[in-house]
T-cell receptor, first 115, second 112 residues
Framework: DQQVKQNSPSLSVQEGRISILNCDYT??????FLWYKKYPAEGPTFLIS?????DKNEDGRFTVFLNKSAKHLSLHIVPSQPGDSAVYFC??????????????FGAGTQVVVTP | ETGVTQTPRHLVMGMTNKKSLKCEQH?????MYWYKQSAKKPLELMFV???????ENNSVPSRFSPECPNSSHLFLHLHTLQPEDSALYLC???????????FGSGTRLTVV
């Protein structure tokens, strides 16, 4: 049962434009959300996170938006750069103590930034 | 250097072989994880160790056997694997939820 879903397996965007990646979740116990970026032959690296008490978190070119009522979050990258071409994973963590640290991941979205 | 080192980077093994994957973290984290990434699928949590104690076994077949001798090292012992076990195996560590996990680069496993 997949609790974190990234329905777009790929996204192509022109350099300088905005990339918008979407993620939906089904478990209302999730209260912490993260985005990871993965290049080929490397492990995922942490990009940005958001707690359920917020609806927006910004870090440089990256902004994550959280809509709890819709169980939806999105990652905006603006402006997109060629180095942003990678697979982006959405992840979520529940709030219960015994689930501490156990992230549930989406299947990833391959982003290609074209010149 | 990511702080989490996995060896080997690539492994090809027959179905009757026994091999081990190694993970080492130099970050002082207390929790370590094994994840499996198959093509076009989400990362699947396999095992969780918190302060060297296994706290999660996510219905993983017994042909995968984890070992955590200390907070810095994690092994995944493999025996009599199946071709469908071919995947990227990722190790991760964490201290707190604030920054999520730090991942290693993974071991690309091919079972023939």
């Amino acid at each position: 049962d997949q609790q974190v879903k990234q329905n777009s397996p790929s996204l192509s965007v022109q350099e300088g434009r905005i990339s918008i990646l979407n993620c939906d979740y089904t478990n209302s116990m999730f209260d912490y959300f993260l985005w990871y970026k993965k290049y080929p032959a490397e492990g995922p690296t942490f990009l940005i996170s958001i707690s359920s008490i917020k609806d927006k978190n910004e870090d440089g070119r990256f902004t994550v938006f959280l809509n709890k009522s819709a169980k939806h979050l999105s990652l905006h990258i603006v402006p997109s750069q060629p180095g942003d071409s990678a697979v982006y994973f959405c992840a979520a963590s529940p709030s219960s103590t015994d689930s501490w640290g156990k992230l549930q991941f989406g299947a990833g979205t391959q982003v290609v930034v074209t010149p | 250097e990511t702080g989490v080192t996995q060896t080997p980077r690539h492994l090809v093994m027959g179905m009757t072989n026994k091999k081990s994957l190694k993970c080492e973290q130099h970050l002082g984290h207390n929790a370590m994880y094994w994840y499996k990434q198959s093509a076009k699928k989400p990362l699947e949590l396999m095992f969780v160790y918190n302060f060297k104690e296994q706290t999660e076994n996510n219905s993983v077949p017994s042909r995968f056997s984890p070992e955590c001798p200390n907070s810095s090292h994690l092994f995944l012992h493999l025996h009599t694997l199946q071709p469908e076990d071919s995947a990227l195996y990722l190790c991760a560590s964490s201290q707190a939820r604030g920054d999520g996990y730090t991942f290693g680069s993974g071991t690309r496993l091919t079972v023939v």
